[in-house]
């Protein structure tokens, strides 16, 4: 639905993306995940046909997005800074919505009203930074898209209209089989509701799997005792007797090799999405650091 093959782009001398491939499979929630200046919010304008690469290939729906007004049709976007007419009230905004998108639902635009509880005749300028982003919501979701694409979407919204943004999203994936991809730092959210992930760094794409596959592939071991043998470790640490060590590999095989060297005691538990975040961009290098001032 949603691919990238070997983009490559350049400001200057900054290679924002490098040789990046990314594939969002049709109907998935696809949580894109790196640290800042990883090209996340690059790859999302090329994704939504803002810039041109350099080098390399982008389809959405199987068809170039550059300079294709029939794609882009079908795409949402929500940027991380939302972009509002300066004078212009979240009903005009809607009227202005329903002029480029052909899908446009009113009855749900009017609907949303009940759920946002924003002003539809006050300038969305005078609105919180909150507020605003709760505007792109009602407008973006009620231009029924085929493809959603948002960068940083719940910034600045509070915890429990968090819930409710994401609880829409959902909805219109499971009822008309949205296509979404979500640029977020809050990792924790994003694992409640992604399929597939995809982690990158310096313009590339260091691991893009389906999230159970991520989570399946690498593991968590604490024990007392030896460190076993034949292990993939990515990290260990110590904590007193107890020893933590992040393992790739299949929980079966982490269990029989820990247990054939006999320790005190041992348990393997999965990995929460942060952590494999960290782990997979280079372990404790990017783990939080004390400071000795």
Known sequence: MLEMKNVTKT?????????????VPQ?????????????KSTAIRHLTGVYRPDSGGITVMGQPVYENPAVKAAIGYIPDDVFYFPSATLEEMGKFYQGIYPRFD??????????????????IRRFSKGMQKQAAFQLTLSAR?????????VDGLDPVMRRQVMS???????????????????????????DHVGIMDHGKMLLEKSL????????????????PE??????????????????????????????AANPAYFDVLPLSLEEIFIYELGGVNYAVKDILL
């Open 168 to 194: 829409l999203i959902l909805a219109d994936v499971a009822e008309h089989g949205t296509t979404v991809l979500i640029s977020s730092h809050n990792l924790r959210e994003l694992e409640d509701v992604c």
């Open 106 to 123: 009113t009855c749900l635009f009017q609907r949303l009203y009940d759920i946002f509880q924003l002003p539809p005749k006050s300038p």
């Open 230 to 259: 034949g292990l993939d470790i990515l990290h260990e640490a110590s904590s007193g007797r107890l020893k933590t060590l992040i393992v790739r590999g299949n929980p079966q095989d982490i269990s029989a090799k820990a247990a």
């Open 27 to 39: 109907g998935a929630v696809y949580g894109l995940v790196g640290p800042n200046g990883a090209g």
């Open 145 to 153: 898209p085929e493809v959603l694409i948002l960068d940083e979407p």
């Open 212 to 227: 159970a596959d991520m989570q399946g592939a690498t593991h968590k071991l604490q024990l007392v005792g030896d460190t």
């Open 11 to 23: 400001f200057g001398t900054f290679k924002a993306l490098d040789d990046l491939t990314l594939t």
